[in-house]
């Protein structure tokens, strides 16, 4: 959680003199309350034989967030049960619990889809994610807002790799300099979908630091607090 005292614009960007017509979003964290993924691993990690205090997990998990820099899953194998860490096993464990609730579903998510469906935008999604998150966010309303898809288990790609973006666009039948992608991670979002031609946009919850440096928040073309912050930004980056 934030500290109160951050002073944090209300969103930054630099302007990009393009027209977007796709905007693309994160599961995790942008559409959903991440720490269920974070809960998962901790008690894979645990099954696995691992033990440590919560503060101890909080503490690499928020080193994680921090540095935008790592694989989650790799530095928190690595990290309670060593260098030969079974990270597939542990990925089989995790994805026991790694599902998503309906108290999960961010509030501000279906006004915000609502008034870029309204607006003339085309929504697409693409995550790191089992192609089972599908109906979860079939239960929440979510799937009519979404015309493609970029599901890794789905496409046999996943992120940091440009591939998945790359794929994905394809799919949509769209240029990259016509899309955003929303994402809360730089490593797994903002960088790779940069190298795809995307223009960005950094959601700072989930995964995302605490405190953003200033370094990291000029590497996306904007950076919100607020998803519903995301249309008046769109209009900026058009």
């Not at 209300?10 to 302007?15: E, F, L």
């Not at 998150?133 to 288990?153: C, H, K, Q, T």
């Not at 000029?218 to 930004?233: K, N, R, T």
Request: hydrophobic share 40%.
């Amino acid at each position: 959680m934030r500290s109160p005292e951050r002073q944090q614009p209300a969103a930054y960007y630099p302007g990009v003199p393009e027209a977007i017509d796709h905007v693309f979003l994160d599961i995790g964290g942008v559409l959903y309350d991440d720490r269920v993924y974070a809960e998962a691993w901790r008690r894979a990690l645990r099954e696995a034989g691992s033990t440590f205090t919560d503060a101890a997990f909080e503490e690499e998990y928020a080193a994680c967030r921090a540095a935008q820099d790592r694989s989650f899953r790799l530095h928190l194998a690595t990290a309670f049960l060593g260098p030969d860490a079974d990270v597939r096993a542990l990925e089989t464990l995790a994805a026991r619990y790694w599902h998503y609730p309906p108290s999960a579903l961010h509030t501000d998510v279906v006004p915000t889809l609502t008034e870029l469906r309204d607006e003339g935008y085309r929504l697409g999604v693409i995550a790191n994610q089992p192609s089972q998150v599908r109906a979860a966010m079939e239960r929440d309303g979510l799937v009519p807002f979404f015309e493609v898809w970029g599901v890794s288990d789905d496409l046999g790609l996943h992120k940091p790799d440009p591939a998945l973006f790359r794929r994905t666009l394809e799919l949509a039948a769209t240029d990259g300099e016509q899309t955003v992608m929303v994402g809360d991670r730089l490593d797994y979002d903002m960088r790779p979908a940069r190298a795809a031609g995307m223009h960005t946009v950094w959601l700072l919850r989930g995964e995302a630091p605490d405190d953003p440096t200033p370094a990291q928040l000029a590497e996306p073309d904007a950076a919100i607090e607020e998803l519903q912050q995301l249309p008046g930004v769109l209009v900026e980056l058009s």
